[in-house]
T-cell receptor, first 111, second 111 residues
Framework: DAKTTQPTSMDCAEGRAANLPCNHS???????VYWYRQIHSQGPQYIIH???NNETNEMASLIITEDRKSSTLILPHATLRDTAVYYC????????????FGTGTRLTIIP | DVKVTQSSRYLVKRTGEKVFLECVQD?????MFWYRQDPGLGLRLIYF???????EKGDIPEGYSVSREKKERFSLILESASTNQTSMYLC??????????FGSGTRLTVV
């Protein structure tokens, strides 16, 4: 699986959009971009994933650059409950079942 | 919603004890996983299973074994617990190409 690079930490004001970047410059054509988050003392939670098109669900939006070498997770109106560690992972959608987590971005929402 | 349930939230065991960590999922998923999470090291895959009675080693299987006698249950076994196995243990299941669902975790302390 391709390696990802994320900032160690970020702050965002409550009610504003939180934009979390991820670099994955060695991504292969068949690898998806997945985002998870982990709130303190809980298991990771799936947020969203995509291959090359932008994706949106009830939790977030995922913007993938045209060359697919980077992506941005957008939480449109951040709340205090969005404070968590956010993990960006790239992996083949099927076949290799392992999910490799990096150290992620610690997002703190400021009241 | 898919639920992954880990039998204990906190456990304290003595060195040398045999320890069983239980995980149950309620959505008939084929694939189940055991990870451990340690500060600064992120999540590391211990074992995973594609189906009943099938198991595959992850990245750090030493000192652990697993059992999958029924589809919904995946057990992690520490044959002889040691202090370096003090950690947060996370179980996950995965239906197919979609995201993983994690349990809330078991924080194991070996004294």
């Amino acid at each position: 699986d391709a390696k990802t690079t994320q900032p160690t930490s970020m702050d965002c004001a409550e009610g504003r959009a939180a934009n979390l970047p991820c670099n994955h410059s060695t991504i292969s054509g068949n690898e998806y971009v997945y985002w998870y988050r982990q709130i303190h003392s809980q298991g990771p939670q799936y947020i969203i994933h995509g291959l090359k098109n932008n994706e949106t669900n009830e939790m977030a939006s995922l913007i993938i650059t045209e060359d697919r070498k980077s992506s941005t997770l957008i939480l449109p109106h951040a709340t205090l409950r969005d404070t968590a560690v956010y993990y960006c992972i790239v992996r083949v959608g099927s076949g290799n079942e392992k999910l490799t987590f990096g150290t992620g971005t610690r997002l703190t929402i400021i009241p | 919603d898919v639920k992954v349930t880990q039998s204990s939230r906190y456990l304290v065991k003595r060195t040398g004890e045999k320890v069983f960590l239980e995980c149950v999922q309620d959505m008939d998923h084929e694939n189940m996983f055991w990870y451990r999470q340690d500060p600064g090291l992120g999540l590391r895959l211990i074992y995973f299973s594609y189906d009943v009675k099938m198991k595959e080693k992850g990245d750090i299987p030493e000192g652990y074994s697993v059992s999958r006698e029924k589809k919904e249950r995946f057990s992690l076994i520490l044959e002889s617990a040691s202090t370096n196995q003090t950690s947060m243990y996370l179980c996950a299941s995965r239906p197919d190409a979609r995201g993983y669902t994690f349990g809330s975790g078991t924080r194991l302390t070996v004294v």
